[in-house]
């Protein structure tokens, strides 16, 4: 079972605060995969920052979109570790 996103908001420096449903938080930084495939999409700012939540996810208005697993594994480990992404 994963957690749904409820809520996110971009941040400075390509990051991303996320609340599940489960109300923990997490960061996800997105700097290590802007360079990678679709993600690429995203590497301009003004487009990164138009992320929403969509279903139980993060989607931006260009179609990428990540995982929900994805994004609640990266966030927690992220606490766990001292770092994101």
Excluded at 20 to 47: R, T, V
């Amino acid at each position: 079972m994963y957690h749904s996103v409820k809520e996110v908001i971009p941040g400075n420096d390509y990051t991303l605060s996320i609340v599940f449903d489960n109300g923990e938080n997490g960061l996800l930084d997105m700097k290590p995969i802007l360079d990678f495939g679709i993600f690429h999409q995203i590497k301009d700012y003004e487009a990164f920052q138009r992320v929403s939540v969509a279903f139980d996810t993060i989607e931006w208005d260009c179609g990428v979109d990540l995982a929900p697993e994805f994004v609640y594994a990266k966030c927690m480990a992220g606490k766990h570790a001292g770092n994101t992404l």
